[in-house]
């Protein structure tokens, strides 16, 4: 069946007078005012700390008052919202994974809003439902957050989150009856699951106090459990409990042959962002974790595999950019590491081990290569990826004959490929087919700005053939820029709805990503975190100065770190856009460490603690940088109800202020707050309508004039 699809041309000359006619809430303020080393700084909103009150709950639904009907205002919203609905209507495929005689791997029908958990005999078997959380409590906002198999293939254990939370809940199923079992485990946060015999490590909170915010409440005394299957949680054996250090992170997982349990520890809140490592030997029955690493540095150790009874260890231990080492647990100094992979120009992105060898993909300029080694770290080849693109998988068993890898690119959707580890040769196993999508029609580029201090980076940029660079074209500028995550330039179906109107996508990889290291990652850290500040004003100047387009045709968008990148620069640089989509954003620097997991944070950020750190953190943090009487961009802000990673209450208290304080030429002010959705959306038709308000906020604000898109 063929139907045209057209998001009608309308006049955009109601803009201003839709920003002019809206008012925002009155929002209460009170007397409070905190010192920080001799500096008084007021907090006339922190009662909206409070996500438990009704006068908080009031005031989220005064916003949305204001906001929902400015949305449904825009005359093209609801075909935006059709056309985005379109563009993901196609399977979905996550890689096969291998456990005994299973395959698992997670496909979404289309439209779905979880996607489904398949299990099936062998690779040509029949493909079985084994976990839907779309049939669960709670839906569509429960999904499954987590899956392990056991060595034997007899159980696995699946996690369950519920509205978009961090929290989990543990359930085991049985793989040949598909039963779930009566083993429930609760209050699971940051943890891996690690079978061993007959149970698994995981790590869990305390369960918090009666009356205490579930979603806001600072998580203390994180502890590791070993559950044995078949009784109560209440009969858990506590394994590790760091009761000094109450901040800290710990985590057991074990060897594929589960001869070793692995503890690692992670103290972030002390503003160390590398971690300890122990190890039981279980062969043995060693019941104390014995040190590896000790001492927890800004270096990372990460247990790709053990070889019997050493260990292959990928760390960044005097190697900015990573390297893999073999570490005997019983003689673990440095003196006696032996190298296995050594440190390249380029960054290790990950290394895995699968059939004997050794998988390891690097970055380079922002693209990934991926090689194969024999087991003593002898490279036997690379793998040939379809282009200059983002590949990840290569993870299998010992026994296995060939693994599955991902790739994709911003312009090539998700494809997964089966290598076959003795003829080296990869095979197409299934690829994406996006409704309508011509490849032929767009084209991408990797560009290279300099920014204020001289430092060279990288942008993608994605757009229609043909760009005339007259500096008239919509530009979405999407960046990150911290905790050494790597803001890859990857396919998105969604954004084909902005890129068939004729808009350029700009993915610039700002200084504190993991684009280039670890050193790249620093030069964006602590009171060094104006660099990527610098370095977004600088893609932006670069976009305007090339002609792509102006500052009347400029976007800017960023989510949780990203959130917090543009608040500080629309605050910086507020004529540089017109338009701010700043998302579940860290918006009070003084705070963050206050609610949740936020004092994890500190080894990125810095803390209002220390002296030096506090007068860094007060220059940019955008909550207390907005400039009262400035002319700021058209900004729609947005947070959900159940974000217990970034609480809600920083954009709560950003978008309070910003419309108190902010000139009245600005644009509209505005924030979206979701519910049952948290950090991220909870469902896939909560990400759609936010993605579609998003993009129709853009474009009326940006003035842009919806065409006639193409036929399916």
Known sequence: MKFKYALV?????????????????????????DTYHGTKVADPYRWLEDDMSKETAAWVEAENKVTFPYLEAIPYRAQLHARVKQLNDYPKYG???????????????????????YIQKGLDGTPEVLLDPNKWPGAPTTRLAGFAPSADAKYAVYGISKAGSDWQQYKVIELATKKTLADTIDWVKVSGIAWHADGFYYSRYPEPAKGQSEKAAINLDHRVYFHKLGTPQSQDRQIYQDAANPQRFNIVGTTEDERFALLTVSDRGKGKDGNALFIRDLSRGQREFNPVVKDITNDSYGVVDNVADKLLIETNHTAPNGRVVLVDPKKPGEANWKTILKEKPEVLQGASTAGGKIFATYLKDVTTHAYVYDMEGNLENEVELPGPGIAGGFFGNRDDTFVFYSFNSLNVPPTIYRYDIATKKSTVFRR?????????????????????????????LVHKKGLKL???????????GGFNIVQSPTFSATRLA???????????????????????????MKLKKQNVFDDFIAAAEWLIANKYTSSDRLAAQGGSNGGLLVGAVINQRPELFKVAIPQVGVMDMLRFDKFTIGFNWRADYGSSEDAEEFKALYAYSPLHNIKA??????????????????VPAHSFKYAATLQEKAGKDSGPLLIRIDTSSGHGSSSQSKAIETAADIYAFIMHNLGVKPMVTGTR
């Open 432 to 460: 994406a087919e996006v409704p309508g999508y011509n490849a032929d029609l767009y084209e991408t580029k990797s560009v290279f700005y300099t920014s204020k201090d001289g430092t060279k980076v990288p942008m993608f």
């Open 498 to 524: 902005l890129l068939e109107q004729g808009f350029v996508y700009a993915n610039a990889n700002l200084r504190g990503g993991g684009e280039y290291g670890e050193d790249w990652h620093r030069q964006g």
């Open 470 to 480: 007259d500096g008239t074209n919509p530009t979405l500028l999407y960046a990150y």
């Open 95 to 117: 890689s096969p994974s291998r456990k005994g005689p299973y395959y698992f791997f997670s496909k979404n029908d289309g439209l779905q809003d979880q996607s489904v958990l």
């Open 9 to 33: 041309a309308v006049a955009l000359a109601g803009t201003t007078a839709v920003a002019q006619q809206l008012t925002y809430p009155t929002t209460k303020k009170i007397e409070h005012v």
């Open 629 to 646: 009487g400035a002319k700021y961009p058209a900004t729609l802000i947005t947070t959900a109800d159940h974000d217990d990673r970034v």
